[in-house]
């Protein structure tokens, strides 16, 4: 701690957590994301899955106070716990082309933000390249994985 009683990060720590967030967002959405090359993307670490659906949450309470909750059947149990807004949809969900368009616009339409729990990436196909989020097509939402 510092004088202020606040924790401190060596500059190294703080250098590697930010190539790893760099990283992880490469793993996940592609090498070649435009995502990524257009710094349309951002990063957080976050600890075990339960705390990044939470720290979503928290975020989308504080920015969107008056949305609603929807989740998927069948879910973990631990996201009933949650009573903050969101929708979270599961990455290894094969959409066809047509259904992601018709989701990709009615989130539109109703204003919606996305959230994909990629838990598990690379473990349906053993690869994680193929199960990652390649942005589907006809998908173009506000979206958080």
Known sequence: MDQEEKNWTLNTVSS??????????????GEDSNLIKDKRIAAVQALSGTGACRLFA?????FSPDSQIYI???????????DHSF????????LP???????????????HFSFFDMAYQGFASGDPERDGMRNPSGFSLKMFT
């Open 16 to 29: 590697q957590r930010r190539q790893t967030l760099q990283e992880t967002l490469k793993l996940a959405y």
């Open 58 to 62: 928290d975020f989308q309470k504080r």
């Open 72 to 82: 998927p059947v069948p879910t973990w149990s631990k996201m009933h716990q949650m």
């Open 87 to 94: 929708w979270c949809m599961r990455v290894l969900i094969i």
């Open 97 to 111: 082309e047509e259904q992601c368009k018709e989701i990709s616009y009615q989130f539109k339409v109703k204003g």
